[in-house]
């Protein structure tokens, strides 16, 4: 079955520094992958879909990659910063409106 | 109106009540979903609606009885439900079978 690992359960750096979350995935070749952002008892939030004919995609602080040889994303958060501490959340689009999620990196972002 | 609504923000239940979670979106969005998510885990798909018709149901316990009565509304009833049960239950919509816009959630506790 498809399985989806986020890297690591949590993630702590310093104000200022790039994080960078991983996502790996076995068993499927998505079309496009995605990253979310969840707050404590919130949904998550979209932030960046990337296909996979994309290497990379940005947005503001935010880059995604996606290397399908690999079958790995990378996130990173570029100058950091306390207000980017949450749960970041990888979801794999598997076809007929089914997405699967990793179980998320929580991310501590310290001033 | 961009955002999905949902109501109540937290229930209480006994393992004999009925209850009902609402959701709503005037997005125009064809799709809906509802997800369960247990703490410090990733959310997990219950049921789709696609143009208010179930088009996914994944292997939910008939306790779990989801119902479309427009293209903005979708409604999840509750009746005997177990204390395992207890979980944020999040709600979706999406324009297209791609990204997807979540709710904030009902945090529901069953006694």
């Known amino acids: 079955s498809q399985k989806i690992e986020q890297n690591s359960e949590a993630l702590n750096i310093q104000e200022g520094k790039t994080a960078t979350l991983t996502c790996n995935y076995t068993?499927?070749?998505?079309?496009?992958l995605q990253w979310y952002r969840q707050d404590p008892g919130r949904g998550p939030v979209f932030l960046l879909l990337?296909?996979?004919?994309?290497k990379e995609k940005r947005k503001e602080r935010l880059k995604v990659t996606f290397d399908t040889t690999l079958k790995q994303s990378l996130f990173h958060i570029t100058a950091s910063q306390p207000a980017d501490s949450a749960t970041y959340l990888c979801?794999?689009?598997?076809?007929?409106?089914?997405?699967?999620f990793g179980a998320g990196t929580r991310l501590f972002v310290k001033a | 109106d961009t955002e999905v609504t949902q109501t109540p923000k937290h229930l209480v239940m006994g393992m004999t009540n009925k209850k009902s979670l609402k959701c709503e979106q005037h997005?125009?969005?064809?799709?809906m979903y509802w997800y369960k998510q247990k703490a410090k885990k990733p959310p997990e798909l219950m049921f789709v609606?696609?143009?208010?018709?179930?088009?996914i149901n994944e292997s939910v316990p008939s306790r779990f009885s989801p119902e479309c009565p427009n293209s903005s509304l979708l409604n999840l009833h509750l009746h005997a439900l177990q204390p395992e049960d207890s979980a944020l239950y999040l709600c979706?919509?999406?324009?297209?079978?791609?990204?997807?816009?979540f709710g904030p959630g009902t945090r529901l506790l069953v006694l």
């Open positions: 979706a919509s999406s324009p297209s079978d791609e990204t997807q816009y």
């Open positions: 068993n499927y070749s998505p079309a496009y």
């Open positions: 990337i296909r996979e004919n994309e």
């Open positions: 979801a794999l689009y598997t076809g007929g409106f089914k997405t699967i």
């Open positions: 997005m125009g969005h064809r799709a």
């Open positions: 609606y696609s143009y208010e018709k179930l088009s």
